[in-house]
């Protein structure tokens, strides 16, 4: 059993490195056996735990994602809260991972860009990694409605709209360069909004 733990926490640590490395290099001019020095690893250890570089790669954005939903789920979970607070917690707390983690989003460009040329559809893999917010974020919205707290909007388009801003925000950190004032403003403006 102790081989396990150790196994997962060595696979921890790979993709934590990784990722700082990825963020420092970018993403085309890491390869695996920077990986492996940065590590302190031979390339041929590294094989026992990953296959090549894109899917430490996928596995790293996998990890910071992971810990960012189980942080969002549990405010959204949170039922001592309305529902429009529930919302902007959520969104605050997306806001502040993307400023924390500001320089991801440039090397993440770089890769979906990158998978474009390949053939691959980044589009489908975005979506992918958010349905689950997603569904989440409309639970929540139709929560807020029944209880009477929020307005009878479409939810679809409610959660396009918050969708939208997330997306705006991330490209104004890592094309612009800009902070995220005025998407979190257009945050509150829109759930002062939805209130009833």
């Known amino acids: 059993m102790a081989v396990l733990v150790e196994h997962d926490k060595r696979k921890h640590e790979i993709l934590e490195k990784s990722l700082e490395l990825f963020i420092e290099e970018g993403y085309e001019d890491v390869t695996f056996q920077k990986i492996a020095d940065r590590c302190g ?4 250890t590294l094989y026992i ?17 992971s810990e ?19 919302l902007e917690l959520m969104f605050n707390t ?25 053939g ?8 992918r990694r ?23 909007h479409s939810v679809k388009e409610l959660n396009s709209l918050f969708y ?10 890592a094309v ?4 995220l004032a005025e998407s979190r403003s257009s945050l509150k403006f829109i759930i002062e909004s939805m209130k009833a």
Not at 98 to 115: G, I, P
Not at 133 to 146: A, D
Not at 164 to 173: C, P
């Open 41 to 44: 690893i031979t390339r041929t």
């Open 49 to 65: 735990y990953f296959k090549n570089k894109r899917e430490i790669f996928l596995w790293s954005i996998k990890q910071l994602l």
């Open 68 to 86: 960012l939903e189980t942080k969002i789920m549990a405010q959204i979970d949170d039922e001592s809260k309305s529902a429009s607070e529930c």
């Open 94 to 118: 997306i806001f502040d991972s993307c400023e924390q983690n500001r320089m991801l989003f440039k090397v993440l460009l770089s890769y979906l860009t990158q998978l474009e040329k390949s």
């Open 120 to 127: 691959g559809n980044p589009g489908e893999r975005v979506t």
């Open 130 to 152: 958010v349905i689950r917010l997603q569904h989440r974020m409309s639970t929540l919205i139709i929560r807020g409605q029944k209880s009477g707290e929020l307005k009878k």
């Open 164 to 173: 939208n801003l997330t997306e705006g925000a991330i490209f104004r950190l």
């Open 176 to 179: 612009l360069g800009k902070d």
